[in-house]
Structures are given as structure tokens and as C-alpha cells.
């Protein structure tokens, strides 16, 4: 992975966000609100028209029958993190020009919010790390927006294979950022299967949540 540009994210530019952050190049968002919505909502009617040419090219009535399987795998998924307050998801492809073949290396990169007890965000930064299972490679992080802690988890391949994808170990990378209101907190994750890529994974997102603010950005500047 070559170095990485970070350009400016939508989110800059909406007055009710409430977290600002900056998205690493080569990382493309999930549109939440098209594919998680009701039949009927007109951005199930804008995702309906913007999938009708891709079912149109499919090969054969069974490829295109796998095809809308796998995109309701996909809303399934992503209803989940949605329930446990994911607000954000991004897919990362990226050239591995370290590796031999340079093979596209894959990512996931969500945000989430987390209701956490009242404390100093120092003390909710440390205890979101310390007080769970699984997590190494802890960091104390003194950012522009506050405290925050950085970490790794590791999960093993799932039990039973899943079709279609082959099984590998699971690599994310948290930032645990607490909100000035000392009520909730931001968790960035970085989710990737290239373990062998875990420094510059880790760098990616270290390079993210150095942009993050819980403060309109531009009217600060103002």
C-alpha cells in the first residue's frame, strides 16, 4: 500500500452531523439510507433504478437470482450494524504494491456511537479497551477532539465456511473517541482479512481520527 491522500467527507458540509471526519482515498460509501430503506421510500425506488442495468447484464436468470441474493445478504449485514448504531460505512480497495501479484486488499471502515456512563472522557477511553476481552496493541491517543484510545482485535475463521468466501482471520482496528457531552462515544473500525498489513491499516486509520471533530470544522475556522 502506497501512501495514503485523505480527502474532505460529505459529512463536512452537513449542518446536523455530529461528528466530522476526513476519508481516507480509495475507500467508497455505502449509501445506508438506499439500501436499508423501506419498499416503497423513494431511495428504494433511486436503488431499484440504479441496480436495473447491472440485473440487466447478468448472464443468465441464475446469475442474476445470485446476484440479488447477495445484495440481501448485504442489507441483512448491514441492518445489524445499524441496530448497534453504526451511522457510517465505507468499502476500502486499495493496490497491495508491497506484495508480489499487487492483488487489491479489501477493507471495511464503519462508525459507530455508544452509549457509555457518565465519566471524564479520559476515564471512558481507557475503560472501553481495558474492560474488554480480546483487545492488544492498546494506545492513549491525545487528539485535536479529545482522549481516545486505539486497539486490535483478532477473530479466527468462522466455524462454518461461508459460501462464496474463502476462510480467513479477521483483523479490526478500533478508535474509541469519547463525546464532550461525557454520554456516548464514537467508534471508528478499520475491518480488513490482509493481517499482513495491519501497520498500514493501523496508520490509515490513525490518520483518520486525527481529522475527527465533534465541532463543525469550517464554522470554527470562521
Known sequence: MSSVTISAHASVWDPHAELWFAEPAGFTALPLDALLAEPGAQAADGMRRAMAPLLAAAPSEAARQQFIALVASGQQ????L???????CSVGMHRDDIGRGSRPLLSLFS????ATATAP???????????????????YLELPSGPATLSETTSPPPPTPIPGLAPLSLLQIHAHLP???????AVLTLSTTALARRGEYRAILRQVVETV???????AEA
Not at 449485514?77 to 445489524?80: I, R
Not at 462508525?111 to 455508544?114: E, K, P
Not at 463525546?179 to 462515544?185: E, G, I, T
Not at 471533530?213 to 464554522?219: G, K, N, T, W, Y
Open 77 to 80: 449485514m448491514l441492518a445489524a
Open 82 to 88: 445499524c441496530e448497534f448504531g453504526t451511522v457510517h
Open 111 to 114: 462508525i459507530a456511537w455508544r
Open 121 to 139: 472522557r479520559a476515564a471512558t477511553a481507557a475503560r472501553a479497551v481495558t474492560g474488554a476481552v480480546g483487545h492488544s496493541r492498546i494506545e
Open 179 to 185: 463525546h464532550p457531552d461525557c454520554n456516548r462515544m
Open 213 to 219: 471533530r465533534f465541532v463543525d470544522p469550517l464554522a
